[in-house]
């Protein structure tokens, strides 16, 4: 992961950091990014997209009990 970021810090603030995607950090998304929608693609395999909307409401009411 080192190298696909960089970290500086903000003229408007200096508490803040300011993060930016190096080249090298665009190059691993556009190679990780296929991949991830292969796998997001088989994942949901024949899964409506209704059934899709209930898990996402399902897995947000949780994250919300557990805030």
């Known amino acids: 992961m080192k190298g696909w970021v960089l ?3 903000n003229p ?4 803040e950091q300011i993060i930016l995607v190096t080249a090298q950090g665009i190059a691993m998304q556009k190679r990780l990014m296929p991949l ?5 693609a088989r994942a949901v395999e024949g899964l409506s997209f209704e ?6 409401l ?4 949780i ?5």
């Open 58 to 61: 399902v897995l947000k009411q």
């Open 12 to 15: 408007a603030s200096r508490r």
């Open 51 to 56: 059934k899709l909307k209930e898990t996402e």
């Open 36 to 40: 991830a929608k292969q796998v997001t």
């Open 63 to 67: 994250t919300d009990n557990l805030s």
């Open 7 to 9: 970290r500086q810090e």
